[in-house]
């Protein structure tokens, strides 16, 4: 997990809420990722980042907002809390295009959100 | 829209046997595939990356290839170790710096 923060790493809320996790990089790596990790369906993408301030949707996106207004930080929001995104969310990063390592993603450690 | 399917969902081995993960894509279009490991409560750690145009990638006792034409990948782990008990996971992007799509894993338990 070297060079990726996320905070929290677990957190209890309440239907409702809202709710914002944060991912720090070290790496001054372009590209930013939020994915969620559950069971019977895997690891989904939810919104990326290619650079300050651009975002893009992924596959599992409603219900979320991004923003990364500098390159080491990339917050996702959940505006309205609701039980179906109970979930363990994961941030990762890549320095993209050119070399094949450019591609490789690393993964912070997790984030455990459970929403009551 | 593309699809990550790898089997089984579950392996158990004794201690010193090869075995092999299996890990399948619908669109042969893609970019690269990789390989990842995740220990419980952990985040995934990128094992190896094969681009398009490889057919395989090593290191250590892993090696991964690829068959784009038939949409397979598989990883192959020589004298498995308990140390090596993990879920394993492929992902496949379409693009360079795309997001990845996801297999939901293989469980693998290396016995003592």
């Known amino acids: 997990d070297a060079g990726i923060t996320q905070s929290p790493r677990h957190k209890v809320t309440e239907t409702g809420t809202p709710v914002t996790l944060r991912c720090h990089q070290t790496?001054?790596?372009?590209?930013m990722y939020w994915y969620r990790q559950d069971p019977g369906h895997g690891l989904r993408l939810i919104h990326y980042?290619?650079?300050?301030?651009?975002?893009d949707k992924g596959e599992v996106s409603d219900g979320y907002s991004v923003s990364r207004s500098k390159t080491e930080d990339f917050l996702l929001t959940l505006e309205s809390a609701t039980s179906s995104q109970t979930s363990v969310y994961f941030c990762?990063?890549?320095?993209?295009?050119?070399?094949?390592?450019?591609?490789?993603?690393?993964f912070g450690a997790g984030s455990r959100l459970t929403v009551l | 829209k593309q699809e990550v399917t790898q089997i089984p969902a579950a392996l158990s081995v004794p201690e010193g046997e090869n075995l092999v993960l299996n890990c399948s894509f619908t669109?042969?279009?893609?970019?690269?595939l990789q390989w990842f490991r995740q220990d419980p409560g952990k985040g995934l750690t990128s094992l190896l990356l094969?681009?398009?145009?490889?057919r395989e990638q090593t290191s250590g006792r892993l090696n991964a290839s690829l068959d784009k034409s038939s949409g397979r990948s598989t990883l192959y782990i020589a004298a498995s170790q308990p140390g090596d008990s993990a879920t394993y996971l492929c992902?496949?992007?379409?693009?360079?710096?795309?997001?990845?799509?996801f297999g939901e894993g293989t469980q693998l338990t290396v016995n003592p």
């Open positions: 990762a990063i890549s320095y993209g295009r050119g070399t094949s390592g450019a591609n490789v993603l690393t």
């Open positions: 790496e001054n790596h372009r590209y």
């Open positions: 980042s290619y650079g300050v301030k651009d975002t």
């Open positions: 669109d042969s279009a893609i970019y690269n």
């Open positions: 094969i681009q398009s145009s490889q």
């Open positions: 992902a496949v992007s379409l693009t360079s710096g795309s997001r990845l799509t």
